[in-house]
């Protein structure tokens, strides 16, 4: 079974920019959490969404972040007009729904310069 | 808000070394998770523990739940270099939807 996917592994934006951080959750998973690791920080959670659903984003920034998990194909975390702060290591998780443990991708490193 | 405290941040020893890292909250968790990540890569689950008191054992890993299910500890035994990485526990907090709390992590370092 092919693990939780995560695409750009690397990603670099200039200030001001658009960063789209994509997720695609093992086969049979219908949740996904993001989480964000900073610098010298622990990992924290983000947000949590089920299939076209956000179920808790109570860890998301209030303004420039958002976070979709559509129907069909792989969930999206959108970063607007991203600025330095915002460099950082996103990881997302999935699981069943059933079984409480969370299997992460490798996550996406976004630069911000 | 739910805090998970580990330690210690870093640890360096010798390879035989015995070593523990701890977790601790004053919170409830109904399950703990002990995670492995390498430089560069995502967390790698190693275990869960659910049952307060629980231990279960991965080779040379042995993990333990508290009976109050507010801390939990990870032992290994004999450590040898490929034990070397960032060792993390979260807790999953009750009604939480799911969502982890991560502790600090611990910087594991072991020397051939």
């Known amino acids: 079974n092919a693990g939780v996917m995560q695409n750009p592994r690397h990603l670099v934006r200039r200030r001001g920019q658009e960063a789209r951080l994509r997720c695609s959750p093992m086969?049979?998973?219908?949740?996904v959490y993001w989480y964000r690791q900073l610098p010298e920080e622990g990992l924290k959670f983000m947000v949590y969404l089920q299939k076209e659903n956000i179920i808790d984003e109570s860890g998301m920034p209030k303004e420039r972040f958002s976070a979709e998990f559509p129907k069909e194909g792989p969930s999206i975390l959108r970063i607007q007009q991203v600025v330095r702060g915002d460099s950082a290591a996103y990881f997302c998780?999935?699981?069943?729904?059933?079984?409480?443990?969370?299997?992460f991708g490798p996550g996406t490193r976004l630069t911000v310069t | 808000t739910q805090l998970l405290e580990q330690s210690p941040q870093f640890l360096s020893i010798q390879e035989g070394e015995n070593l523990t890292v701890y977790c601790n909250s004053s919170?409830?968790?109904?399950?703990l998770q002990w995670y492995r990540q390498e430089p560069g890569e995502g967390p790698v689950l190693l275990v869960t523990?659910?049952?307060?008191?629980e231990v279960k054992k991965l080779k040379r890993l042995t993990f333990q739940f508290g009976d109050a299910r507010k801390d939990s500890s990870l032992h290994i035994t004999a450590a040898q270099p490929g034990d070397t990485g960032l060792y993390l526990c979260?807790?999953?907090?009750?009604?939480?939807?799911?969502?982890?709390?991560f502790g600090q992590g611990t910087e594991l370092s072991v020397k051939p």
């Open positions: 523990v659910v049952t307060g008191g």
């Open positions: 979260a807790g999953d907090g009750y009604n939480q939807g799911g969502k982890l709390i």
């Open positions: 086969k049979g998973h219908s949740h």
């Open positions: 919170s409830v968790f109904s399950s």
């Open positions: 998780a999935s699981l069943t729904g059933v079984s409480y443990e969370q299997y």
